[in-house]
């Protein structure tokens, strides 16, 4: 009889000690493709609020390349393997929809972050920064390097993608009144690859003999363009920048292919946007004015279609970006 008490008695412990990992919850962070510095930064922020949590594990996984078709595959298995949600920055505002709307059907929580999906395809999104912000951040880098004013050109990534598309309008939208003797020639698509991003780096500075900066909003192509700079001796001819992780592109500030550049903290980034997708798993409701925690990160409130803002980018130069290097 005592032995059966003592093995009852143990037999509870063991399940309650058990408890969490059966209670786990599982958040996907799908990213626009594997392989990017950007997207590692960010899921060293995402493991760090899966550790402070507790009971969540974080899936971090992406496409090779960064197309919509490739993600609708990688959610496609994520519904199979029913996690509990889907934290997603996405290649393309509209083809993902159906396929993040099949998730929620099944109760699959899902919000987007970096880069966003139609409001119809989520619960909520998380932009880095204003939008607007953004936009006239990266015209301004090329500006204060450009008194007399010039030619720019943009490097962008995928031409589908809603983050990038969405601060180069701002961009554009800025010009005018801001930045009035900046000249924007061309935008072209590196669909955040690194040699597409080069072949489209050289055929800016092929067509454009006046071309005085380029601008990549994006981490993968800003690296591109540098390299292409110093490689055809361009330096202090054309400048680079735009949105860069300081580990990969302290080179090109040291080497004066670039005199600044800016972006958010990644970590930030990916850790909030879990924090986020636990905070709707855990019962929260994604509704227009409502405040949702993203932990040490701090609050965001959202707007009418449900999305909100992490924090201001950053300007990293001569400066500070040796500092910044060792961090992301
Ligand atoms: C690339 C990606 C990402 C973007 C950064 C700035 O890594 O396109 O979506 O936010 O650049």
Redesign the pocket.
């Known amino acids: 009889m005592k032995l059966l008490k003592i093995l009852a008695a143990t037999t509870a412990v063991a399940v309650l000690l058990a408890a969490p990992a059966y209670a786990q919850t599982r958040i996907a962070l799908v990213v626009?493709s594997l392989g990017?510095g950007?997207?590692d930064a960010a899921n060293k922020g995402a493991q760090e609020a899966a550790a402070e949590l507790g009971d969540v594990e974080v899936i971090y996984t992406g496409p090779t390349a960064a197309t919509a078709e490739a993600q609708i595959e990688v959610v496609n298995s994520l519904i199979a393997q029913q996690v509990d949600a889907i934290a997603i920055?996405a290649n393309d505002p509209d083809a993902l929809v159906p396929v993040l709307q099949k998730a929620m059907e099944r109760g699959i929580k899902v919000i987007s972050w970096?880069?966003g999906v139609a409001p119809e395809g989520r619960q909520l999104h998380l932009n880095?920064s204003d939008i607007g912000l953004i936009g006239e951040t990266i015209i301004k880098l090329a500006a204060d390097y450009l008194p007399e004013g010039g030619d720019v050109a943009i490097l962008s990534?995928a031409s589908t993608?809603t983050?990038?598309n969405a601060w180069i309008e701002a961009a554009k939208a800025a010009i005018p009144a801001k930045f009035p003797n900046i000249n924007l020639v061309s935008v072209v698509y590196g669909d955040?690859d690194s040699v597409k991003s080069t072949d489209e780096a050289k055929g800016l500075i092929a067509s454009y003999p006046d071309l005085k900066a380029i601008i990549a909003?994006?981490?993968?192509g800003v690296v591109a363009a540098a390299q292409v700079v110093t490689d055809q001796n361009l330096i202090g001819k054309v400048n680079v920048t735009g949105?860069a992780l300081p580990s990969e592109f302290k080179q090109f500030i040291d080497n004066g292919a670039s005199q600044a550049v800016a972006?958010w903290n990644p970590i930030d980034l990916g850790y909030s946007a879990v924090m986020l997708a636990n905070d709707l798993v855990k019962g929260e409701e994604a509704k227009p004015g409502a405040t949702l925690s993203m932990g040490r990160v701090g609050e965001v409130t959202l707007d009418d279609t449900n999305s909100g803002a992490m924090a201001a980018p950053f300007q990293f130069d001569k400066s500070n970006i040796e500092e910044f290097s060792k961090i992301y």
């Open positions: 626009k990017n950007f997207f920055s970096d880069s880095p990534a993608a983050n990038q955040d909003p994006t981490t993968v949105l972006l």
